[in-house]
């Protein structure tokens, strides 16, 4: 039994709004990544509930990967914590990171958008025309966020996002990280990815958006970033999932990060 869905809600207010509000009124700069993994579905989806309704007053916004989507499915289990992330005043991020040809980016943004997510990742590797330009324009079209990966918190990050580019119409050489701060700017993206792993990037990547764009940043705990480093380099918000989760006690975990925030 298929229920026929098909329409992407309108947003009054645009991503960036949604999240500054959000953050203003939880006095809170941390996403939630909503990463567990459990085999039984009916406990992840019961476990994941639970903790957006707990942790929700300390949160800024919700973010949701393939852990979730894939093991309960887009209708209706994800997008019921979409629903209660809202009534709880947070906004929802699809962590797709979509990366294909145009009509395929339109079709995952487009559902996603439907399901009530308020902004995707995206990768801008593949480039505008025929690449992006789509997900842009049907985000700007329904009041949603595109988020663009900047710079990422894994190890081997460097080796992609890193790599020095020779710029084909000025013939000079970039960085590729830089090209893409340059691009988020350019494309109008609602924020950029930047790994807690690597501060100095940060650092790199804000002299670019000059605060035009907040800076998300993933990576802090598990991943050996830390909190008062990636605040101190610039980042707007703090992606945090393990290190909460995975916590004997997630909500003193999620407020003792925000509290070391406060003491910023
Ligand atoms: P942890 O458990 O390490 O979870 O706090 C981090 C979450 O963020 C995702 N992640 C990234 N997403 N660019 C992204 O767009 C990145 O560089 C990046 N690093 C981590 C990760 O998949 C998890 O959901």
Redesign the pocket.
Known sequence: MFTIIGVIKMSAKGFQARIEEASESHTSKIVL?L?YVLNDREALFRRSLQMVETLAPHLCAV?I?R?LVLPLGLHPHVERLVTVAHDLDLPAIM?C?INDIGDTNHEIARRYFEAGFDAV?ANPFIGWEGGLEPVFKLAGESGKGVIL?VY???RS?GEGYGQKVVDSRTGHERRQYLVFAERAVAWGADGV?V?ATYPEKIREVNQVLKDRIPIFS??????GGALNRVAEAGASYF?????ILLSPDPLEAVKAFKEGLDRE
Do not use: E, F, W, Y
């Open positions: 990544a990463d973010k990967n852990h962590d990171k990742t990966l990422m918190s894994h990050a990815v790994g993933p990576g802090i705990g598990v991943q992606i945090i999932g393990r290190s």
